[in-house]
Every structure is written in structure tokens, then in C-alpha cells.
């Protein structure tokens, strides 16, 4: 019980973060682009508080953590935020700038984990040995990479599909539009089978590339 105990308190912090600032990020680029939908509702913001869904953000991280660390591991977390609304028809060049607003939420994560990483090496550095910081650290680069990694999966409504769909002529964009309400099936399914792995392996591995390049861990 320990266990389980101390590894929520330590993902705790960078899950949340992670989730919510993506989802701010969302709402900054489109009002960035023209959309003030998300300005307007209050949501172009970095206090948790108005991201958090009370299922996606707590209870279900919470719940797979918990099952994670009794299984003596960390294996697959997953979770959401209230989604940011965007307004595409009010962006200034709704195709090309739904692609940036799509981007925003897993460069945002992308960049979390570069600061947990520079917060891990300045840990190291300084020699600290408290377990719990570091370990928090090393949560925070993890997590943000995957999240980054997953969002990215080209398939609607993920932001990765959001991307193909902006960067697709319409005449194949608008078929890979259409499957949206099925998407999240769609993506199940591939985590099941271990389909997502063939888009999110790439993306990890290029993340942690990204945060080697600027700490050199």
C-alpha cells in the first residue's frame, strides 16, 4: 500500500501539469489564430483547476497508477482534460491554422519534458538524493513524452489527426475527417492490439532525443 501511496504522490504533479498545460496550449494558439472561443470561457490558462475532468485527469490516472504499482510496475496511464473548444471556421486560415492549434498541445508536452529534464539534471547536479524528487522528475519527462507520442497518432480527434487532416489535399482530408466519432474506437483498438506502438515508438524515441539534445542525459 506504500508503494502504490508514494507512486501517485510522485506522478501526481507532472501528470496533471501535463494534461492541463496541453490543453491551454490548445486555447492560446487559437486565439493566437483568431479564435477567442477559448479566451472567452477562461481556459487560456495555466491553472489546473480549469482543465481538470474529474474522471480523465484524477480518477482514471489514479486508477491505473494504483493497478500499475500493485502489479510491480508502470505500465500504460492514460487520461484527458476538459477539451479546449475551438472554433476552426474562426481561425484566419482555418486549414493551415488548425494544424499549429492541433501542434500547440504536444509541443507543449514536448517542452514539459525538456523542463522536468533540466530539473532532473540540476537535481543530479546539485546531489540531491531524495528519492521522491527525482523520481518525480523522471515521471515528468516520461509522461510528457508519451502524451506528446499519443496525440499525435494520426487518426481524428487526436491532435495528430487534426494535423493530417490540415496537411492532406481536402479531397483525401475530408474521408480521414469523417471518422472523428469513431476515432477514439479506432485508437482503442490499436492499444490493444499493439497497433500504436508502430506511430507512438518513433515519437518516443524522438522525444527523448530532443530532451538528450538539450540536458545530455
Given at each position: 500500500m506504500n508503494s502504490i501511496i508514494q507512486l501517485i504522490a510522485v506522478c501526481a504533479i507532472p501528470?496533471?501539469?501535463?494534461?492541463?498545460?496541453?490543453?491551454?496550449?490548445?486555447?492560446?494558439?487559437?486565439r493566437k489564430f483568431g479564435d477567442n472561443t477559448a479566451w472567452m470561457m477562461g481556459r487560456v490558462t495555466l491553472n489546473p483547476a480549469k482543465h481538470i475532468d474529474p474522471f480523465g485527469t484524477i480518477i482514471l490516472p489514479l486508477i491505473m497508477l494504483a493497478g500499475s504499482a500493485a502489479a510491480g510496475?508502470?505500465?500504460?496511464?492514460?487520461?484527458?482534460?476538459?477539451?479546449?473548444?475551438?472554433?476552426?471556421?474562426?481561425?484566419?486560415?482555418?486549414?493551415?491554422?488548425?494544424?499549429?492549434?492541433?501542434?500547440?498541445?504536444?509541443?507543449?508536452n514536448l517542452l514539459q519534458a525538456v523542463i522536468w529534464g533540466?530539473?532532473?539534471?540540476?537535481?543530479v547536479i546539485a546531489g540531491?538524493?531524495?528519492?521522491?524528487?527525482?523520481?518525480?522528475?523522471?515521471?515528468?519527462?516520461?509522461?510528457?513524452?508519451?502524451?506528446m507520442a499519443f496525440?499525435?497518432?494520426?487518426?481524428?480527434?487526436?491532435?495528430?489527426?487534426?494535423?493530417?487532416?490540415?496537411?492532406?489535399?481536402?479531397?483525401?482530408?475530408?474521408?480521414?475527417?469523417?471518422?472523428?466519432?469513431?476515432?477514439?474506437?479506432i485508437v482503442l483498438a490499436l492499444c490493444l492490439v499493439g497497433g500504436a506502438g508502430f506511430f507512438t515508438g518513433p515519437l518516443v524515441a524522438f522525444g527523448r532525443a530532443v530532451v538528450n539534445f538539450f540536458i545530455g542525459l
Open positions: 501528470l496533471i501539469f501535463s494534461i492541463t498545460m496541453h490543453e491551454a496550449a490548445h486555447g492560446y494558439a487559437a510496475g508502470v505500465g500504460f496511464i492514460f487520461g484527458w482534460a476538459k477539451p479546449v473548444p475551438v472554433n476552426f471556421g474562426a481561425l484566419r486560415n482555418p486549414k493551415r491554422d488548425m494544424i499549429w492549434v492541433a501542434l500547440a498541445g504536444p509541443g507543449c533540466i530539473i532532473l539534471k540540476l537535481l540531491v538524493q531524495e528519492q521522491f524528487f527525482l523520481q518525480m522528475a523522471v515521471y515528468g519527462i516520461s509522461i510528457n513524452i508519451f502524451l496525440n499525435l497518432i494520426p487518426i481524428p480527434p487526436l491532435d495528430g489527426g487534426r494535423v493530417a487532416v490540415g496537411i492532406l489535399p481536402w479531397s483525401v482530408g475530408k474521408y480521414l475527417d469523417r471518422i472523428e466519432p469513431y476515432g477514439m474506437w
